[in-house]
């Protein structure tokens, strides 16, 4: 079955920086990778995702990248801001075609802004 | 709101006892998950919902775990015979899948978290 690795497992960035977070994927057959952003005492919410038949995909400060070949993709924050501290998630599915479409997720990266 | 929401929030139950959570998910919805999220760790899938039918369910859902979703709307959760292994986030998701492109979208409610003592 799926297997999704993240790193690093805890972020500490200074706010303005960048922060990026990386994921790799064991089976080739996910095509569409969801990021989640979790505050504490909340449920997950989605921030950004991207399909396999796209290798890059930006909204604002934040922007997604997808290597096929290498099964990495990576989250990229710019400008950060301590509102952005929490604990990020990646996940991989195959939604397709009639498939149970359950997300498989890393185990998160707690990202802390300092002001 | 319009969004997934979980009752309870918060459920603290003595070992032996049995739980019920129930999922509230958006209006419209037709595929309804469950997660099971531990300290420290990203959430795993429990079983899931297209409509009213239970199509998958995790090896991690033994046979103290059973779930509904009466007339494909809400849904439930029961734990009978709780473990203290059994404390967690339980986390409910919705999604709308229109056809075979679709990318099935899951939207999270805030969850229900168990302790059990």
């Known amino acids: 079955g799926e297997n999704v690795e993240q790193h690093p497992s805890t972020l500490s960035v200074q706010e303005g920086d960048s922060a990026v977070i990386k994921c790799t994927y064991s089976d080739s057959a996910s095509n569409y990778f969801p990021w989640y952003k979790q505050e504490l005492g909340k449920g997950p919410q989605l921030i950004i995702d991207?399909?396999?038949?796209?290798g890059e995909k930006k909204d604002q400060r934040i922007a997604v990248t997808l290597n096929k070949t290498a099964k990495h993709f990576s989250l990229h924050i710019t400008e950060t801001q301590p509102e952005d501290s929490a604990v990020y998630f990646c996940?991989?599915?195959?939604?397709?075609?009639?498939?149970?479409?359950?997300?498989?997720f890393g185990k998160g990266t707690k990202l802390s802004v300092k002001p | 709101d319009t969004g997934v929401s979980q009752d309870p929030r918060h459920k603290i139950t003595k070992r032996g006892q049995n739980v019920t959570f129930r999922c509230d998910p958006i209006?419209?919805?037709?595929?309804l998950y469950w997660y099971r999220q531990t300290l420290g760790q990203g959430p795993e899938f429990l079983t899931y919902f297209q409509n009213e039918a239970q199509l998958e369910k995790s090896r991690l859902l033994s046979d103290r775990f059973s779930a509904e979703r009466p007339k494909g709307s809400f849904s439930t959760l029961e734990i009978q015979r709780t473990e203290q292994g059994d404390s967690a986030m339980y986390l409910c998701?919705?999604?709308?899948?229109?056809?075979?492109?679709?990318?099935?979208?899951?939207?999270f409610g805030a969850g229900t978290r168990l302790s059990v003592l």
């Open positions: 209006s419209e919805h037709n595929r």
């Open positions: 996940a991989a599915s195959y939604p397709y075609g009639g498939s149970q479409g359950n997300l498989i």
């Open positions: 998701a919705s999604s709308f899948m229109t056809g075979k492109r679709s990318k099935n979208i899951q939207y």
């Open positions: 991207i399909r396999s038949n796209v």
